[in-house]
């Protein structure tokens, strides 16, 4: 087992709420807790950028967002815009949702451009994409990936972590750092719920986890209640 320090595990971990709601206050607390464990960034909903901007400002943690989940159906045009406007707000990262039911249908041009389309208006910052592996057959999973990576995604990401995307596997994680060879990183996402499990996945992998216990797993306690996504 792969063995890290707690400051190594927490550079390591975004620690996550998109919940709907959460309010500033709580916006606060999950950036006093960045600064707290030093987790590598906070994964917040567009609305609370501007904010944990503010919060974090004077920090290395970095500010993540995220769009077009649990569905991904809307349409191209309104995702390239929305995420021209998470980085305007100050986002240093973007983990989102393509279009499934064009992978589904095997519209993998249309699929691809999606991808593209939102890498270019990332201009050069990070972009994540949520393949959401609980809805997909492992041959859909392998085409998903091929198609995020060659569109020039920095990250694959296994989930949501909401609705139907499903929980970080060893084997979804593996797969995916196949796939991504040189060219890109893997986030694991879903269903991280204590130390174990986030060793296992960076063994396995990944390169950032996405959850929303980073400060159980870094202090072993047991959480006091469960978020519904990670």
């Known amino acids: 087992m792969l063995n890290l320090s707690d400051e190594e595990l927490a550079a ?5 709420n ?3 709601e959460l309010t500033p206050d709580g916006i ?5 807790d960045c600064k707290h464990f030093g987790f590598n960034g906070v994964m917040i909903q567009p609305q609370w950028v501007k904010l944990a901007r503010k919060e974090l400002a004077g920090t290395n943690i970095q500010v993540a967002t995220c769009m077009s989940f649990p569905m991904g159906a809307q349409k191209t045009e309104v995702k390239v815009f929305e995420a021209e406007k998470c980085f305007e707000d100050g986002a240093d990262q973007l983990d989102w949702m393509p279009n499934v039911g064009f992978l589904k249908a095997g ?3 249309e699929y691809q451009k999606e991808v593209a389309a939102v890498v270019d208006a990332a201009k050069g910052k990070i972009v994540k994409i949520m393949l959401e592996f609980g809805m997909l057959t492992r041959d859909e999973k392998i085409k998903a990936a091929e198609l995020s990576r060659d569109a020039g995604a920095t ?3 296994n989930s949501s972590g ?3 995307g499903g929980h970080a596997t060893i084997d979804d994680i593996q797969l995916l750092k196949r796939i991504a060879k040189n060219k890109c990183l893997v986030k694991a996402s879903g269903g991280i719920r204590n130390r174990q499990q986030a060793l296992s996945l960076l063994e396995a992998g990944a390169s950032l986890l996405g959850t929303s216990a980073g400060p159980q797993i870094i202090t072993g306690e047991e ?3 469960n978020s519904i996504a990670d």
């Open 18 to 20: 998109v919940n709907p």
């Open 12 to 16: 390591k971990i975004q620690h996550t």
């Open 162 to 164: 909401w609705g139907k």
């Open 155 to 157: 990250y694959l990401k």
């Open 223 to 225: 959480r006091e209640n």
């Open 28 to 32: 606060k607390k999950l950036c006093d």
């Open 107 to 109: 519209m993998y041009d």
